[in-house]
């Protein structure tokens, strides 16, 4: 038996996912500036919240609330009571906001759907090559462990992005993150540029699903993977 799935409501995706992100494990994003990560962290979140349950949701680029007002439209004010947001301004108020939100998720007080950290490690990647980056290694890798654990104990979908760095032995997109993120998330999707809006998802890892990958464009008003038929 599989995990318990949420659908992302991107239909190409859910059919990719064998119906949605899962349940009780962490799923990562991983793909180039512009390649959708972040709206597809809103798209799946504005259903969560639309659904009635409580989204918590890191967001270390401050872009958020602008860009769900285009998706949500008129209902922004009322999904955001299902939010629970917060912008951290450097690693360490990251991991503190992490923390917060699988403490509360792991509560269980509000009925929460989703947990996301987009990106994960944008200011993991500021910390490399410096004098901070065995301390940043550690952070990002609890970070994680406690990603893990409350999607595993409070049976969350946890969604985190991260960014990649180009090989320059062979020209390919890698994440960031490095190996523990790899493997700790239990699903892994790759997000491909391809000539104007359209992009694709390509799934690295599943538990139990075979490689394969699912094309959707992005639109004013969210991502559209096609209908569901
Ligand atoms: P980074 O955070 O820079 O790594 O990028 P990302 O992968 O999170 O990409 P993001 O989801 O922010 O944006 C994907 C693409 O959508 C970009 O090319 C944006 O220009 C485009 N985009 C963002 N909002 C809209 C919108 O409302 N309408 C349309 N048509 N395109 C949008
Ligand atoms: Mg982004």
């Known amino acids: 038996m599989g995990a318990d799935r949420l659908p992302t409501g991107i239909a190409s995706v ?65 999904l955001l009571k299902r939010f629970l947001l917060s912008t951290p301004k450097d690693l360490e108020e990251q991991t503190d906001a992490v923390r917060t939100a699988c403490a509360l998720a792991r509560e269980g007080r509000r009925p929460v759907g989703l947990l996301v950290v987009d990106s994960a490690t944008a200011y993991y990647r500021l910390s490399l090559s410096g004098p901070d980056e065995d301390d940043a290694r550690q952070a990002l890798s609890l970070e994680i462990s406690d990603l893990v654990v409350t999607a595993m104990r409070a049976h969350v979908a946890v969604l985190v992005t991260n960014q990649v760095w180009r090989s320059i032995r062979d020209g390919t997109l890698e994440p960031v993150g490095g190996s523990f993120l790899n493997h700790a998330a239990k699903t892994i999707l790759f997000f491909e540029r391809l000539p104007g809006p359209r992009r694709r998802a390509i799934l690295k890892k599943h538990r139990d699903r075979p490689e394969g990958s699912a094309d959707f464009r992005i639109t004013d008003q969210g991502l559209d993977g096609g209908s569901s038929a």
């Open 14 to 78: 859910d059919r990719l996912l064998g119906g949605g992100l899962e349940t009780d494990s962490v799923t990562e994003v991983y793909g180039e500036g512009g390649s959708g990560k972040t709206l597809f962290c809103l798209d799946v979140a504005h259903r969560v919240a639309q659904e009635g349950r409580w989204v918590f949701y890191i967001d270390t680029e401050g872009v958020s609330v602008d860009r769900l007002r285009s998706i949500a439209g008129a209902n922004l004010e009322k």
